[in-house]
């Protein structure tokens, strides 16, 4: 089992990486949030892997973070819930904020993200609620402070923006680097969407 790689980010190219490590070219799939965190292509990476075994393919799964791989891994123990259904719950919020969701029920917030319905987020609640004070987060096992903050956040000037791009039909995960890209101190959730949204326009053109 292949379980950390330590190489040479050769591409990044969402969802896909290639990590030379001593002359091995590794491909792996990975969460937006893993790419947020990663260095500029050329640099050394480090990334804690999974590796799927299927009867067609063997895919090798990359994470920034451990918190983020056991997340992953509790994900795809669940009925329904695939691969592809993990990456893009880890693609549209941190593991802890998927905690503060399952804490707190909010089915509301799970929902926005893509291919996962009222039902099925009604179904992870229920089948995450006892496996998640086990997970290992950023700063430690979930607990009622983490929410707190998590749930700050989403109340933050950032965050009602970052709601209501995805309102307006921007994926969770693109919303979330839209305001990051943009926010500043003082800015109120209406100033950082304009800016967020002036932005992205200045880009295409």
Not at 10 to 33: F, T
Not at 82 to 99: D, Q
Not at 137 to 145: E, M
């Amino acid at each position: 089992m292949i379980g950390r790689l330590r190489g040479e980010l050769v591409i990044k190219q969402p969802p896909y990486l290639l990590v030379d490590v001593n002359g091995v070219g590794y491909e792996l799939e990975a969460p937006m949030s893993t790419f947020y965190n990663l260095p500029p292509q050329g640099e050394t990476v480090s990334l804690f892997t999974h590796l799927a075994i299927r009867e067609d393919a063997h895919v090798l799964y990359g994470f920034f973070s451990d918190s983020e791989r056991t997340l992953f891994r509790a994900l795809l123990r669940i009925s329904g819930v695939g691969a592809k259904m993990a990456l893009s719950i880890l693609s549209g919020m941190s593991a802890e904020e998927f905690a503060c969701s399952v804490q707190n029920n909010d089915t509301a917030t799970l929902v926005r993200l893509p291919g996962i319905g009222k039902k099925t987020a009604e179904r992870l609640i229920v089948e995450m609620r006892d496996r998640i004070g086990k997970l290992s987060l950023p700063g430690g096992v979930f607990s009622p402070s983490a929410a707190a903050e998590s749930a700050a956040a989403m109340a933050s000037p950032q965050g009602e923006a970052s709601e209501a791009l995805v309102a307006l039909g921007y994926r969770p995960a693109d919303a979330e680097r839209m305001v990051k890209a943009v926010a500043g101190e003082g800015l109120t959730s209406e100033a950082i969407i304009r800016a967020a949204l002036k932005a992205l326009s200045e880009t295409v053109r």
